[in-house]
């Protein structure tokens, strides 16, 4: 029984300690506990919203970079496509001043052809009346011509 009695007087010592801590208790959780996890709860509130909001600003960036690409591949499309026009009417273009630059080379020989043609003939025509005439010349300076002391001699 002392040792009941003991137990007992612990308790009752014991009582204004646990009194002393309930009160403690009370008193931090309803100033300090809860302030505090007021607070918790607002800042968990607010990063939940930062990232939700950092997540739309990165889809939103997303979007945009992809309509500034598809843009962009438009655009290198279009300068292509302007870049190819302009080759082919460079080419069309080149191809207009050969065909100019054949015509004339072409007139320009048919031309020569035929001052050729028509001096040939002239040429030919004088050597004809030339040979003719040279060789009736020729004639005549072998017939006239007086024998010489070695033909007499025959």
Partial sequence: MQILRQLGELFLEAVPTIVIFLLFY???RA????????VLAERHARITKAKADAEAIRAAAEEKTGSYQEALRKARASVFAEQEASRQAALEERA??????RSA???VVRREKERITREFGAAKAQLEAQSENLATRIAQMILAKPQGPREEAR
Avoid at 96 to 101: C, E, F, M, S
């Fill in 26 to 28: 009370w008193f931090l």
């Fill in 31 to 38: 100033n300090f506990f809860k302030p505090l996890e007021k």
């Fill in 96 to 101: 207009k001043v050969l065909r100019a630059a």
């Fill in 105 to 107: 080379s072409q007139d």
